[in-house]
């Protein structure tokens, strides 16, 4: 005789763990497909063991399975609930039909703000391979300072930066249609490349260009004007000097210019 799920229901059978830690439960293999010469010939049905294991054999569960029973039917009540919820916000679109305007501008702002940050990514990584090189070497150059190529080069490759400040404002979420496509900005996003790449450059060179002088001028320009103002001290003692000396002269004339 061929064993079944059906002719031999999967029976549990419990087996209390030692110190009290709770009840075991015990089976057979579920799906067990064996030919042997002690208990016979098996041919159980995987689906149909997992589904008696699942309700405790039509009833007669473990307190534990049923409490794993009653858990898994709690969740699916709470998903199907999340998803009915999920489901009206969808459908309302994340708020009252006034605001629908105003998302649909921000979708757009973000999609123009991602397109041009990847547009700033490419001109970065062109300018990597030439002519970045070419200018930190000839700032390397200069002997100006230790830190003069590392300045160029840090701002050059992270003009991704400035992707909220350069390029074209995003069309106005009624001049469409439809929602726009990539394709579409992106051609807004090239018609304005040039400008943007102006503007960019602008900023890029300033903020290398803020790290030079206050390393390099900055210093320089102190050092001038701590020159002058000694300069300006040495000629007021001079004058004084020789002011002293005339006093001292009895009855001699001030030097012309002193007089």
């Known amino acids: 005789m061929v064993k079944t ?83 009206e916000v969808i459908a309302a679109g994340f708020g009252p039909p006034a605001l629908f305007p105003h998302l649909r501008q921000y979708a757009i702002n973000n999609a123009m703000l991602c397109l041009k940050a990847q547009w700033l990514k490419k001109l970065s990584a062109l300018i990597r391979d030439e002519p970045l090189p070419k200018w930190k070497r000839q700032a390397d150059e200069t002997g100006l300072h230790a830190d003069f190529s590392s300045w160029i080069d840090n701002v050059m490759t992270h003009l991704v930066c400035y992707c909220a400040t350069v390029g074209p404002n995003p069309p106005a979420q009624n001049s469409f249609s439809d929602g726009p496509t990539a394709v579409e900005l992106a051609g807004i996003i090239c018609t304005g490349a040039r400008e943007m790449f102006l503007a960019v450059r602008e900023l890029a060179c300033g903020v290398w260009w803020k790290s030079f002088d206050t390393a390099v001028l900055k210093p320089v320009s102190q050092q001038i004007a701590d020159a002058k103002k000694e300069q300006k001290a040495l000629k007021e003692r001079l004058l004084d000097s020789k002011l002293d000396t005339a006093e001292c002269s009895a009855g001699e004339p001030l030097p012309a210019g002193y007089q």
């Not at 799920?5 to 293999?29: F, Q, W, Y």
């Not at 579920?30 to 997992?50: E, H, Q």
């Not at 699942?54 to 898994?72: F, I, M, P, V, Y």
């Open 5 to 87: 799920s059906i002719s031999h229901p999967l029976r549990i059978d419990e087996v209390k763990a030692p110190n009290n830690a709770g009840i075991i439960g015990m089976t057979l293999c579920p799906g067990k497909k064996i030919v042997s010469a002690i208990s016979g010939v098996w041919d159980r049905d995987l689906d149909i063991d997992l589904r008696n294991l699942e309700n405790g054999n039509g009833g007669s569960a473990t307190g534990a399975l049923q409490e794993k029973k009653d858990s898994r039917q709690y969740r699916v009540r709470e998903l199907k609930d999340f998803d009915a919820v999920l489901s």
